[in-house]
């Protein structure tokens, strides 16, 4: 914390007030830190907030149920720290055409409760996920699997007034491509091949769940009973819009076991106060800082921080209704706009080097990564040559300046900093007028974009749900995909994610996937902005802290003092 | 002054369904489809989301809404919000955090702004006059998220006498922090009331005959200054006490109290209408009541006011 | 009028019978406020008041005259947070913009929410409320109640809603911050003037102009509601700084003013990035805004003073 004087006259204020008040503050205890080095049995706090949803992995798809469902469940395999996957309950997984897998599950695997781990748990589990009427979150990853598409069925039905109804209405119960040959081979029958198909194994959605999942989702969802490094401490350790608390699983034997007693979840609405509780030793760590805290975490936990780079990135995306960004004209505004920003000051600047200027449109720690595709040069700062394409769009078709160009975003995840950045980085080397478009909540934007009806930009952020330069691409830029909110359509692009898909070795779909790319950078129907890396910071109470590949913090690797 | 209590306490009921009816007409103006917004980036497939507008009613036009609203709250089952948890819960867990901290804040501000507004009254021009409205030009001036920030910053890191925030399990002591801050604010409302009500009641007629009685000072000042200066604050502090129960959302922001404006707020951003108009619903019991008990003391404070015409 | 006090009985200081004293003479409800404005006019604490009150309308009115740098263009990140230079006396904000030109720019809409929520809150609360406390009975149960159910209103649904009207989406302008916090402000003024006017409204020299003959709503508003002022002025002297600050809480939400308009409020909302590095940055519109507070509390206070009979200074 850097105090300067301002700063300290206003804690003076605060001094005299509270000694007016005449109160001696009580309770200043942190939980009664012990010293010694290294205990393997204490329980350490971390920053989360309340999981919207009942704790099924299949059913988990935002960040604070997420990190608590990675540690209750193992699945067939995990990711390391790098974003390798490493097998887990898998003894071994093969496949001789990137279609028809076969999987050897280890033996001997139980639940908390007892219950043993089989193939055919993972085939009740798969199946469960995948069914329609169960309406998990998560479903759609089984779609590569043979007769998901009967599982997963919906009939859609209009009313009167034009409303379109949609309900679940499975054909099938089970998907006709998933068998368990026997208690340890289970075998997958994908409808297509695809090569880079086992690398999603260790995504939550395809965690095993115990049988009395199936039975009462809801019920089982507030008590979840896993087989990963931790536990719930007890019934009802989860308080609602206060905190989750998990105990060490001594049976787990796995690559993630636990070095430390048990993780607390302690929620938090807003990042600012998690980040003086650790500076007051009340947290042990967070993974999210507040905006304005990125300059100075490293000073105020000095050896006390770590920033990696994650698997997620920014775009800002220019919708293809818009009129002024249509046509041979459109092109060359969207590429002098690229032009037009300084990704390389803005990071420096506003993130502090916790984001790194975008070099493709999927981030450097996903592998297959390329730097210099064709066409990437537009993400390089050039303020003459965005001035020069600007004009000449201008020749082929007029600017429409009757309205600023507006960027629109919700105001309270520390967008506004950047985005007023970006904005005067427009108002300066193009001559147009740009501003923020602030919204209050998050929907509000998400509907706009939806219904394809917002005035200028959007922001977007993807983070990846498993290490895989597909999952950067597919769901957010192929036609009809389920983030692809712009509607953004190339037949060329899905052509070559498709061929990427069917690959036979993750080389060739990597080097489709990249060409692919390429069309996009043809395109730009988003500008690439940066990736992120994730800081994050840990109380005197606790040795280290990490990140993995994705960005949350490895909680089983954390050992208390 | 029973058939008084009797027929402010009936007019619960128009306040009542006024408020809830405004209030859910206007969450259910917001808009965004709620559904939608509570998976953000990646969104579920389309029958999740048609299926839970369903359970929610969301699909049903606004009167049918309310009315299902209705019905479930005089069968005393509040539902659930968005995320399946039941909304009784939720607020039997809030309110009382917040009741403690809106206590603990209207005492402070009650205690200090009366005491400091008696004494600048008194002696109006003065220094210590001067200096508390230079103390309540800064809290009015600095925003609460700032001055909550600082507080925070001063007493819960550096000096380490309290708690930074407050999370799970609130008591009286990791609530004073909040306390302090959000009593400030009202504190300058306080100060300036009691001290105009003050020094224009001190020359009165009734402060002379009684200090030419031969009164002791102190026994002027408390028995008859003060309590004829105090009507103004009263009617401040109760509907305050209001505002208070309404939950602080920045206050409870920064302290991260598990209170009604958090829930609240998260609410709104979440247009949960079952939620806010459950939560409403308990305040508009408070503000009645409060009201009330405001109008009671001014009959207990001057006399003169009757209410049995 | 010749003499300061020809008309009456005995010295204005000796007795507090102005109110009955005035309505025997012929110019009765103009001497109450010439009369103040006499006073008022000799006051050192209104000149200074009402000095920095036409300082700030000035800078307002015409900010070019006060900085030639034009506010929202030429912020550059390479300037971000740095301290003050040639021409740029108090630095730089968080985006590179000139912090003083946007403190002098900021005045007019910042004052203009201040002064126009405060008008439109005191327009309605002391409307509602003195009509509710003074006729009492059915008319009080109606009011009081109208006001307890704005009350319950959580203010950022309010603003959330009221932002979202197509007419306000349209036309985000100084109008619509104003709307929001008068819609949700007023029942608080109406509380404040209502219990003021219940103290007052069974005072003799009510009972005494009555039964004198004057109508019952000529002694509202004649003796009652000048009688009712110290807490209104109160009141409304310290809101109109929380409204100023209460703008820079809806900007932050972003249902405030659009960032095109720069606001005192805008800028401390904007400030929050650099708490933790260059805490200053928020003290210049935060100053701003204590010296118009500050211009307005002293100038009331002076107001009050002087239409109030009974405080008048020995």
């Known amino acids: 914390m850097r105090f300067t004087r301002t700063s300290k006259a206003l804690g003076m204020v605060a001094i005299a007030a509270l000694a007016l008040t005449g109160c001696g503050a009580g309770g200043g205890s942190n939980d009664g830190a012990s010293q010694s080095a290294g205990d393997p049995n204490k329980v350490i706090t971390a920053y989360s907030n309340e999981p919207q949803n009942p704790l099924l992995p299949a059913n988990t798809n935002e960040v604070y149920g997420g990190r608590v469902v990675e540690l209750l469940f193992e699945g067939l395999r995990s990711y390391d720290a790098n974003g390798k996957p490493v097998n887990s309950l898998a003894e071994s997984i093969e496949s001789p055409d990137a279609q028809n897998w076969t999987i050897k599950v280890k033996q001997g695997q139980k639940f908390t409760n007892g219950e043993a781990i089989t193939a055919k748990t993972f085939v009740d589990s798969w199946n469960f996920a995948a069914n329609s009427k169960n309406l998990q979150n998560n479903g759609f990853f089984f779609e590569s699997i043979e007769g998901y598409a009967d599982v997963s069925a919906v009939t859609t039905a209009t009313a009167a007034d034009g409303k379109k109804t949609t309900t679940p209405a499975p054909t099938a119960e089970t998907m006709s491509g998933l068998t368990a040959k026997d208690d340890s081979t289970l075998t997958v029958k994908l409808a297509q091949p695809e090569a880079d198909w086992s690398l999603r194994l260790g995504y939550s959605a395809f965690f095993p769940l115990p049988s009395a999942a199936l039975a009462d989702p809801k019920t089982f969802g507030e008590n979840p009973v896993g087989n990963g490094p931790y536990k719930f401490e007890k019934t009802g350790a989860w308080v609602h819009d206060q905190s989750i608390s998990l105990v060490k699983n001594a049976d787990y034997s796995g690559p993630r076991e636990s070095k430390n007693g048990g993780v607390t979840f302690k929620f938090y609405t807003d990042p600012g106060p998690a980040y003086t509780d650790l500076q007051g030793n009340n947290l042990d760590v967070t993974d999210v800082l507040p905006s304005n805290a990125l300059k100075t975490y490293v000073t105020d936990f000095q050896d006390r921080n770590s920033t990696k780079a994650v698997a997620t990135n920014s775009t800002l995306n220019i919708p293809g209704y818009n009129p002024n960004f249509q046509g041979e004209a459109g092109k060359l505004r969207r590429q002098a706009l690229s032009y037009a920003i300084n990704r390389e000051e803005i990071a420096k600047v506003v993130f502090n080097g916790t984001r790194t200027p975008a070099k493709a449109f999927a981030p450097p720690v996903i592998d297959g990564f390329k730097e210099g595709l064709k066409g990437s040069e537009v993400l390089k700062f050039d303020a003459a040559k965005a001035k020069d394409l600007w004009a000449q769009a201008d020749k082929i078709q007029p600017y429409d300046k009757s309205k600023p160009l507006q960027i629109a975003s919700n105001t309270d995840g520390g967008n506004k900093e950047w985005i007023d950045a970006v904005a005067n980085g427009f108002k300066n080397n193009l001559g147009i007028q740009a501003e923020i478009q602030p919204f209050a909540k998050f929907a509000e934007v998400l509907n706009l974009r939806k219904s394809q009806s917002l005035p200028g930009l959007s922001r977007a952020g993807w983070q990846g749900d498993y290490p895989s330069l597909y999952n950067f691409l597919g769901p957010v830029w192929a036609t009809g995909a389920s983030s692809n909110y712009e509607k953004y359509s190339n037949p060329q692009f899905d052509k070559l994610l498709q061929e990427g898909l069917a690959a036979k070795t993750t080389d060739e779909a990597n080097a489709k996937f990249n060409q692919a790319q390429e069309v996009l950078f043809e395109d730009l129907p988003g500008l690439p902005l940066w990736d992120q890396a994730r800081p994050i910071v840990w109380s005197e109470n606790v040795v280290k802290a990490e990140t993995g590949w994705n960005g949350g913090i490895l909680y089983y690797n954390i050992t208390a003092k | 002054m029973v058939r008084f209590i009797l027929k402010r306490l009936l007019q619960v009921i128009p306040v009542f369904i006024g408020t809830t009816l405004l209030v859910y007409y206007m969450v259910f103006a917001l808009p965004g489809d709620p559904i939608a917004a509570l998976f953000g980036d990646r969104q579920p497939p389309q029958a999740v989301i048609d299926t839970l507008r369903s359970q929610y009613h969301l699909d049903q036009p606004f009167w049918v809404q309310y009315g299902l609203f209705l019905q479930n709250l005089f069968t005393f089952n509040l539902g659930n919000d968005f995320t399946g948890q039941p909304i009784a819960g939720s607020l039997a867990r809030v309110f009382p955090v917040t009741a403690m901290l809106a206590v603990e804040a209207l005492a402070i501000q009650a205690i200090f702004g009366v005491a400091f507004g008696v004494f600048a009254g008194l002696r109006r021009g003065g220094w210590f006059d001067s200096t508390v409205l230079v103390v309540s030009l800064v809290v009015i001036a600095v925003p609460t998220f700032v001055l909550g920030f600082v507080f925070q910053l001063v007493f819960g890191v550096q000096l380490g006498w309290a708690k930074p925030t407050v999370g799970a399990n609130a008591d009286w002591g990791s609530l004073l922090l909040p306390a302090v801050v959000l009593g400030l604010v009202s504190f300058a409302y306080v100060l300036r009331l009691t001290r105009a009500s003050v020094s224009e009641n001190m020359n009165a007629d009734y402060v002379r005959t009684a200090t030419a009685k031969g009164l002791s000072r102190p026994r002027v000042v408390i028995a008859h200054i003060l309590r004829n200066s105090l009507i103004p604050v009263v009617t401040y502090l109760g509907a305050n006490l209001g505002g208070l129960m309404g939950g602080a959302i920045v206050t409870e922001g920064i302290f991260n109290v598990p209170g009604v404006g958090n829930k609240l707020y998260q609410a709104v951003l979440r247009s949960e209408g079952p939620t806010i108009v459950s939560i409403v619903s308990v305040l508009v019991l408070v503000f009645v009541v409060a009201n009330l008990l405001v109008d009671l003391l001014y009959a207990w404070l001057d006399p003169r006011i009757r209410y049995d015409q | ?314």
């Not at chain 3, 070019?64 to 300037?79: E, K, R, T």
């Open chain 3, 1 to 314: 009028m010749t003499s300061n006090n020809s008309h009456f009985v005995a010295p204005i200081d000796e007795t507090p019978l102005l109110a009955t004293d005035t309505v025997k003479t012929d110019q009765a409800p103009l001497s109450l406020w010439s009369d103040a404005w006499r006073k008022l006019r000799r006051r050192p604490l209104f000149i200074i008041s009402a000095l920095l009150i036409l300082a700030l309308a000035v800078v307002a009115l015409f900010p070019g005259l006060f900085s030639a740098v034009a506010p929202n263009d030429g912020c550059v990140l390479a300037n971000s947070e740095g301290g003050s230079t040639d021409g740029h006396p108090f630095g730089f904000t968080f985006q590179g913009c000139d912090i003083y030109s946007r403190v002098v720019h900021g005045t007019q809409a910042s004052l203009s929410v201040g002064i126009l929520s405060v008008l439109c809150v005191l327009v309605i609360g002391v409307t509602v409320g003195a009509l509710a406390g003074y006729y009492g009975g059915w008319v009080d149960a109606v009011l009081a109640r109208l006001g307890d159910v704005f009350f319950a209103l959580p203010l950022i649904l309010g603003a959330l809603v009221i932002t979202q009207l197509p007419f306000f989406r349209e036309n985000k302008s100084v109008w619509s911050v104003v709307f929001v916090i008068a819609l949700l402000a007023w029942p608080q003024m109406a509380r404040i003037t209502r219990g003021a006017v219940i103290e007052v409204r069974n005072a003799d020299f009510v009972t005494a102009a009555r039964s004198l003959g004057v109508s019952k709503f000529g002694a509202l508003v004649r003796h009652v509601l000048p009688n009712a002022l110290a807490p209104i002025i109160v009141l409304a002297t310290l809101e109109l700084g929380v409204f100023i600050v209460a703008e820079a809480t809806l900007s932050f939400l972003g249902i405030g003013l659009p960032q095109s308009i720069m606001s005192w409020g805008n800028d401390i909302a904007g400030a929050q990035a650099s708490i933790r590095t260059r805490p200053e940055i928020m003290l210049y519109p935060a100053a701003a805004l204590s010296i118009t507070v500050l211009s307005f509390i002293m100038l009331g206070d002076a107001v009050r003073d002087a239409l109030d009979p009974k405080s008048r200074q020995r």
